[in-house]
């Protein structure tokens, strides 16, 4: 299986600041990872593909990077609204498997 | 695109539960369709897919053998069916649909149905 890991596991902003999250994969996958936000009670809401591809309706301060084993999220200008947890995902193989998750908390 | 989960609820171990995944707003028969788990407190955790092209299935080694993954494209419906219940089985399940393209990634999500396995 491959295993992903994020880092950090949590982080802290103010409205206006730049966050940056890493997923490394334990294996080679191209560029086949997604992210997601998830807020508590809520289901996780499809962000990126293909590393660096926004889904429709994704604001553009959202912006991901990456191929192979290193992969980055990175969000300009955070708002309030921003809040939550992020999760990669790797789309190469079966069984697909997640991050851990990073939490961000807006101050 | 509209997926609503339902079945979910308290079972002892040991026993059964169907979760069902009602889709609309897209052509069901075409598409993918997966589920995630959430345990309380915890990440998320890919269950199983059903390939839209051909029905082809997959799980994860922590369900295989006890879950089943299937769909009725008449009724627009996926399901899950789970047997031999177990503590660790208790989460936040979700139906997701996948994106459509070459990746497994998944670009709608249900709201989830909540099963919790206890005596």
């Known amino acids: 299986d491959i295993l992903m890991t994020q880092s950090p596991s949590s982080v802290s902003a103010s409205v206006g600041d730049s966050v940056t999250i890493t997923c490394r994969a334990s294996q080679g996958i191209s560029g086949w990872l997604a992210w997601y936000q998830q807020k508590p009670g809520k289901a996780p809401r499809f962000l990126i593909y293909a590393a660096s591809n926004l889904q429709s309706g994704v604001p553009s301060r959202f912006s991901g990077s990456g191929s192979g084993t290193d992969f980055t999220l990175t969000i300009i200008s955070l708002q309030p609204e921003d809040f939550g947890t992020y999760y990669c995902q790797q789309a190469n193989s079966f069984p697909i498997t997640f991050g851990q998750g990073t939490r961000l908390e807006i101050k | 695109v509209q997926l609503l989960e339902s079945g979910g609820g308290l079972v002892q171990p040991g026993g059964s539960l169907r979760l069902s995944c009602a889709a609309s707003g897209f052509s069901f028969s075409i598409y993918s369709m997966t589920w995630v788990r959430q345990a309380p407190g915890k990440g998320l955790e890919w269950v199983s897919d059903?390939?839209?092209?051909?029905?082809?299935?997959y799980y994860a080694d922590s369900v295989k053998g006890r879950f089943t993954i299937s769909r009725d494209i008449s009724k627009k419906t996926l399901y899950l069916q789970m047997n031999s219940l177990r503590a660790e089985d208790t989460a936040v399940y979700y139906c997701?649909?996948?994106?459509?393209?070459?990746?497994?990634?998944?670009?709608?999500w249900g709201q989830g149905t909540l099963v919790t396995v206890s005596s």
């Open positions: 997701a649909k996948d994106r459509g393209d070459q990746g497994y990634w998944f670009d709608s």
């Open positions: 059903i390939r839209g092209s051909g029905g082809r299935t």
